[in-house]
């Protein structure tokens, strides 16, 4: 059976059954392809675990492979093979008995207090061409580092969603197709409010909640690509979309929120992936030592 037939099928049935994301479904065809033009396979009976071996072998050693990019590209083909193995294409799955390196331990990278201000002044002040970009690019920066949104959360925020008088952003199946509700501050509401009487201004009536200038759609991916790049050279400040939202998590934390808390706002499965950012903040850390019994004593 040719592998790219049974590769769609495979795609098909993550998307329709398992209901799987469009960038999950996107990992499984770079791993697939990287691996079928690797190995020089077209046909299933030909895959085998020595050359599913020596393609991560190949991985580690040549493309030089981190531990979290060895375990993409593990998982996408377990998977796979995985569902050949369940639909007879295959008699077992080759990745099964591939080792698992150790994964390195890093801390999430993050903005200081004073970058996150400088960045959002930077973008209020931008000489912008069109007074609707100011309010928007702002209140896209403010809803990344106030609310901790992912950028694909962001992008899918319809206008309903956002609930100004209540102070709420639902969010409309988020990673893991959960839906949840997060918080906003008083700061924040205030920023979104202004850009929505701006979006009323220019008669803006689609549904996604952040739209272009030039269109009444909403805003795009490769849009907000060009913006991160643009106020990353204005402000000088080396930041990533994602890096915004680990910024938000370690200044809730600062700030005295509680770790369960922020892990429903971030919309983690599990608590685990949250507590990271206990060891990210020094300063939330720095705020425990005083609770030491002995701090009192005469030195």
Request: aromatic residues 12%; charged residues 25%.
């Amino acid at each position: 059976m040719d592998i790219e037939i049974l590769a769609l099928k495979f795609y098909d049935h993550s998307i329709f059954i398992r209901g799987y994301s469009k960038a999950t479904i996107g990992r499984y065809k770079v791993s697939i392809n990287l691996y079928r033009h690797f190995a020089n396979v077209s046909q299933i009976n030909q895959v085998t675990e020595e050359n599913v071996r020596a393609f991560f072998f190949y991985g580690r050693t040549q493309r030089h492979w981190k531990s979290n990019s060895f375990m993409t590209f593990r998982i996408s083909l377990l998977v796979f093979f995985r569902w050949c193995v369940e639909q007879k294409y295959l008699e077992k799955n080759p990745v099964e008995n591939i080792e698992i390196p150790k994964l390195e331990k890093r801390l999430p990278p993050k903005l200081t207090k004073q970058d996150t201000l400088l960045l959002l002044e930077v973008v209020q002040n931008y000489p912008y061409d069109y007074k609707f970009l100011r309010y928007r690019n702002h209140a896209i920066f403010s809803t990344f580092i106030f609310a901790g949104l992912r950028k694909s959360e962001l992008l899918n925020l319809k206008f309903t969603d956002v609930d100004i008088e209540n102070l709420t952003i639902f969010v409309r199946q988020g990673k893991g197709n959960k839906d949840r509700m997060v918080p906003i501050s008083y700061t924040l509401a205030q920023t979104l409010k202004r850009y929505i009487e701006e979006r009323k201004r220019l008669n803006k009536t689609c549904p996604e909640f952040f739209v272009s200038l030039n269109r009444n759609s909403g805003y795009t991916d490769s849009g907000l690509k060009r913006l991160t790049i643009q106020m990353r050279k204005a402000s000088k400040i080396n930041f990533t979309i994602h890096k915004l939202r680990h910024t938000f998590a370690t200044l809730m934390l600062e700030g005295g929120c509680d770790i369960y808390s922020l892990s429903k706002m971030m919309g983690h499965s599990d608590i685990k992936t949250t507590t990271i950012y206990l060891y990210a903040s020094a300063e939330h850390l720095r705020s425990q030592m005083v609770k030491h019994p002995l701090n009192e004593l005469a030195i």
